[in-house]
């Protein structure tokens, strides 16, 4: 199991904040379009940091609409995105479940079919694309129907497991990990509180990571700790306790 951190955007914090972690997740597109990175900058940095490259393809970009001509750009924009950050390594890339209407059950099969495509892209760049539960936005499937959605298109799941608890509280972490715990490939971790605290240190909310760990014992994949904070105690703390809830060391090597 590999350990890291979300940066957003920032290859400043990229740098202030990767040391002892094994991977950086950055976020590309839209507001930081792939020509705004300094791809050799961020390639020392990884190679200063032993570490490995995961990119979040774009927040606000929904996934499908009822529109064929918008649905071919969508693919088209975000095979773009993959075949960039093939180019520099990235190992997977986290993209949200969403869809104009999330609620509107016609374009669920549009959207099975929209993630085949960019999913083929990824495999063409050399990604693992990943799919990331986000039922607590409104653009976002709910966790119903997510893995569903993930093994229709044979597609791994980021799961999100702050997002599951704003969206259905521990339960629906049980419930989805009870039944779709084989399709995560990729975590991200960090802690809430139901009246609205989110990307909190782990152990400051209200999560049990020992549930999380019951599901997924010998977890191999990818975890990011995405903690919106630079303070490196605090995120190496968050590091150690899901990792030591998931049955491994922790983020220091």
């Not at 972490?173 to 989110?198: K, Q």
């Amino acid at each position: 199991m590999d350990v890291g951190l979300t940066v957003g955007d920032s290859l400043d914090r990229l740098e202030a904040t990767l040391d002892g972690f094994d991977l950086a997740e950055l976020s590309i597109g839209e507001s930081a379009g792939t020509d705004d990175f300094d791809t050799t900058r961020l390639e020392e940095a990884l190679t200063t940091a032993d570490a490995d490259l995961c990119v979040h393809l774009p927040y606000d970009q929904v996934v499908v609409t009822p529109v064929p001509e918008l649905n071919d750009a969508i693919s088209a924009y975000l095979s773009r995105l993959l075949a960039w950050a093939g180019s520099v390594g990235a190992r997977k890339a986290v993209m949200h479940a969403t869809a104009r209407d999330p609620h509107d059950t016609s374009l669920r099969p549009l959207f099975t079919s929209q993630l085949t495509e960019i999913g083929a892209a990824a495999d063409d760049a050399g990604v693992e694309l990943v799919l990331e539960n986000v039922g607590h936005q409104r653009r976002g499937y709910p966790l119903s129907v997510v893995g569903d959605l993930a093994r229709e298109a044979d597609i791994a799941v980021c799961f999100d497991v702050g997002h599951a608890y704003m969206e259905d509280g521990h339960d629906g972490i049980d419930r989805f990990l009870s039944s779709h715990g084989d399709l995560v490939s990729h975590l991200h971790v960090h802690d809430v509180r139901t009246r609205g605290d989110t990307h909190i240190p782990i152990g400051a909310g209200e999560i049990d990571y020992d549930l999380v760990g019951s599901h997924l014992t010998d977890f191999d994949g990818t975890v990011a700790v995405e903690v919106f904070t630079d303070d490196e105690v605090l995120l190496r703390d968050s590091a150690r306790r899901a990792s030591a809830a998931l049955g491994a060391t922790g983020a220091d090597r």
